[in-house]
């Protein structure tokens, strides 16, 4: 028990969060915003190059400076960094970095007394790397999905369709654009591994939660995939060190750091993971059935599976849970705060109106349905904005006040049965979260409690939470429930619990939504 570094290497920011395991506080917290820092000594824009024709790339040489002045400012704000037992963290999902040949024996041998960006900043053999912003590798996503047997070949191999943001396309369209520059790599990291890397001055491998982002990794073995090794790229395997256990402990932190930054000499460094994983530790999911939604300008569901599940109608993401044991689930409804909001303005109401227009209204809105369509939406796929009205006039307050939330409520149970699990508790985040209307419409509808939950950087939470259990486990064992509960608790007296009542009505609701939804699909 002690002080652990959670580090979340983020698109527009580096972020890290100390955490202290006795008094079970967060202690300390800072993030190097990139364009605020070197936006003008890499041209980066919201911490991205945007480089033309869907290419969105950004600079490892810049997280390696990041990483530098994230310590100092930690270590400069008064933080005894000595006392830090383990550190780990997370990475933007499916960014790729590419090093030569001389990257292990830098690494190997940084200089305490000269900056790390002057030390690494010959080890890339491509300068930039692309992130999950690109979009311009469609071709090689079909290249991939037609080698692999087609597209549910894919998808049950890996979990996961191909996406153009996922690494395999990615590296794919390195070895066909820049053949000679991809001969010239030695290994390829993700953003994850690449900063953990810098961490121990040796190279890390990815952890089974980011390679799963890649379209490479059999997702029942959690282990690279030969034949997807083999339709990516030739002689990719080489260039990719084994996936190993995301909580066993790499080794200790390179002395570098030790010397610069005053970290412990025993400190030791575990694998970093994406930052969706990360967050599903953050957010205190670690029993299959556990969901957090965080009610944003879109509305995000993050799941705990038993089982790496799919769903053929591609309504989410699955990766490996960090845990080492569960798989996680990830959908993305676009109309969230967005629909909400909609609806509150075409009324002229303002929070408070809106809630009190739930209760004003019964569990069922007698009947009535919406289909929240007020942009294109994504789950379900639907390509044209439009909302859609059942039982429900237009001018009705009220009544599409209700209309709005229950279809996301029942939206968000629908498009959470493919995971195959039944929900038994949703962590509520986001600014929604707080209006207790909203979370009794969704403990009603999913017949499970739901409370309000809190968070700032669950990401870089959850890598500090991953970095105190595998600490643990290699002193002896370790209890993912009594790692994560200290700092998971929900708001306090904000839970709401189902009313029993309503389980039958919301089941008929649901079937007459699903169909109103497939009906919609077809027209
Ligand atoms: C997930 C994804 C993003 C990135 C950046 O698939 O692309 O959430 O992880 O945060």
Redesign the pocket.
């Known amino acids: 028990m002690g002080k652990y570094l959670g580090i979340d290497a983020?698109?527009q920011s580096m972020t890290g969060v100390l955490i202290d395991t006795v008094t079970g506080q967060l202690e300390g917290e800072y993030s190097v915003n990139f364009d605020a820092c070197f936006g003008s000594t890499y041209g980066v824009t919201n911490g991205v190059l945007h480089l033309g024709e869907g290419v969105v790339h950004s600079s490892p040489l810049m997280w390696a400076e990041a990483l530098d002045l994230l310590l100092a400012a930690l270590r400069d704000r008064g933080h005894d960094l000595g006392q830090v037992v383990a550190v780990a963290g997370a990475g933007?999902?499916?960014g790729t970095v590419y090093l030569n040949r001389t990257a292990a024996d830098v690494l190997g041998a940084l200089d305490p007394a000269r900056p790390l960006r002057d030390q690494v900043a010959g080890i890339f053999s491509r300068p930039t790397a692309p992130v999950?912003m690109d979009t311009s590798t469609r071709s090689q996503c079909d290249e991939l999905e037609a080698a692999l047997g087609g597209r549910e070949a894919l998808l049950e191999l890996t979990g996961n369709t191909a996406f153009e943001?996922f690494s395999g396309p990615q590296i794919r369209k390195f070895w066909q654009t820049e053949p000679e520059a991809y001969g010239q790599t030695a290994c390829i990291c993700l953003v994850s591994s690449f900063i953990a890397s810098l961490l121990a001055g040796r190279l890390v491998p990815v952890d089974p939660g980011d390679g799963s982002?890649t379209n490479l990794m059999d997702i029942r073995h959690r282990q690279w995939s030969p034949q997807a090794l083999a339709a990516a790229a030739p002689d990719l395997e080489r260039r990719l060190l084994p996936i190993g256990l995301a909580s066993r402990v790499v080794g200790r932190i390179s002395p570098y750091w030790a010397a610069r930054h005053g970290l412990g000499a025993d400190c030791v460094v575990v694998p970093f993971t994406?930052?969706?994983p990360s967050s599903l530790i953050g957010l205190g999911l670690v029993t299959p059935g556990q969901v957090a939604l965080s009610l944003g300008t879109s509305d995000t569901l993050f799941a705990c599976m038993d089982a790496p599940r799919v769903s053929r109608q591609g309504e989410g993401?699955v990766f490996a849970s960090p845990d080492d044991r569960h798989y996680m689930a990830?959908v993305c409804f676009l109309n969230g705060s967005l629909a909400r909001e909609a609806v509150r303005q075409q009324f002229g109401l303002d929070w408070d109106g809106f809630a009190a227009a739930l209760r004003a209204t019964p569990p069922g809105n007698h009947g009535a349905l919406m289909l929240p369509y007020f942009a294109p939406e994504i789950v379900p796929r639907v390509g044209r904005a439009g909302v859609a009205r059942r039982g429900l006039e237009a001018t009705d307050t009220a009544a599409n006040v209700r209309a709005v939330v229950e279809a996301q409520a029942l939206s968000s149970r629908l498009h959470a049965r493919w995971m195959g699990v039944s929900v038994r508790s949703l962590n509520v985040t986001g600014g929604a979260s707080a209006n207790a209307e909203i979370l009794q419409v969704y403990a009603n509808v999913h017949g499970c409690p739901a409370q309000c939950f809190e968070t700032t950087n669950a990401a870089a939470l959850g890598a500090a939470l991953r970095a105190c259990q595998a600490q643990q486990q290699a002193a002896g064992g370790a209890d993912w429930h009594q790692v994560v509960a200290p700092f998971t608790r929900p708001v306090a007296g904000s839970t709401i619990q189902p009313d029993p009542a309503c389980r039958g009505l919301y089941d008929e609701a649901l079937a007459r939504y699903e169909a109103m939804e497939n009906e919609h699909a077809k027209a």
Do not use: V
């Open positions: 983020s698109t933007q999902q499916h999950w943001r982002g994406g930052d969706n993401a990830l």
